[in-house]
């Protein structure tokens, strides 16, 4: 079972569309990101979270630590939000925090017109 | 633009050939993470770098190879190419060795024939 979980993998609405991508995962953690990964390959950080919830602009993220499970809100969807949108962890371990991440398989979200 | 570079973009190249991957950091950034993400296996920690020693390894196999340079640019040396070594090469940056958010370059696209 992967350590991290993304649901779902793809998603199409139409524009103007709230939208929601969870993430669930299995490890004790010091931190989750959640990244951006747009058909060119680039790949940007939308957001890091340790606790509560952060907004930018359209975007809103929430995390629940006693669950292990973290939400990406993208409010009146538009067709340039059509990404990829990966949520990615740094475990928790003895002594510390891991540098590297973890990553779920990707949300991929394609926003119609 | 991140302020991660890495070269080259693309790279085409035959079985059993050696080539290497450059990436240069954030100015101030000190640890420098590479990232493998091929079709199959989404994203995947390969080795972390801080300050010019290697902190973390991942799933790198032992055909592959890094370091990071006292001007902290890094490189990752691949050999004895196979085609299951196509993938899309990241490395990332960031301040810390244990956290922090981390800044992604555009990638180096791997093809081997």
């Known amino acids: 079972k992967n350590e991290v979980e993304q649901s779902p993998q793809n998603l199409t609405a139409q524009e103007g569309e709230f939208i929601t991508i969870n993430c669930s995962y299995s490890v004790g953690i010091s931190a989750l990101h959640w990244l951006q990964q747009h058909p060119g390959g680039g790949i940007v950080s939308l957001f890091m979270?340790?606790?509560g919830k952060k907004k930018h602009g359209r975007l809103i993220a929430t995390i629940n630590i006693q669950e292990k499970h973290s939400s990406l809100h993208i409010t009146a969807s538009h067709p340039r939000d059509s990404a990829v949108y990966i949520c990615a962890v740094r475990r928790l371990r003895y002594g510390g925090s891991q540098g590297n991440l973890i990553f779920g398989k990707g949300t991929k979200l394609s926003v119609k017109p | 633009d991140s302020g991660v570079t890495q070269t080259p973009k693309h790279l085409i190249t035959a079985t059993g050939q050696r080539v290497t991957l450059r990436c240069s950091p954030r100015?101030?950034?000190?640890?420098v993470y590479w990232y493998q993400q091929s079709l199959d296996q989404g994203l995947q920690f390969l080795i972390h770098?801080?300050?010019?020693?290697?902190?973390a390894k991942g799933n790198i196999l032992e055909r592959f190879s890094a370091q990071q340079f006292p001007d902290l640019h890094s490189e990752l040396n691949l050999s004895s190419l196979e085609l299951g070594d196509s993938a899309l090469y990241f490395c990332?940056?960031?301040?810390?060795?244990?956290?922090?958010?981390?800044?992604f370059g555009p990638g180096t696209r791997l093809t081997v024939l």
């Open positions: 979270l340790s606790s």
């Open positions: 990332a940056s960031s301040v810390l060795s244990g956290g922090g958010e981390q800044f």
């Open positions: 100015s101030g950034d000190l640890s």
């Open positions: 770098y801080y300050n010019g020693e290697e902190r």
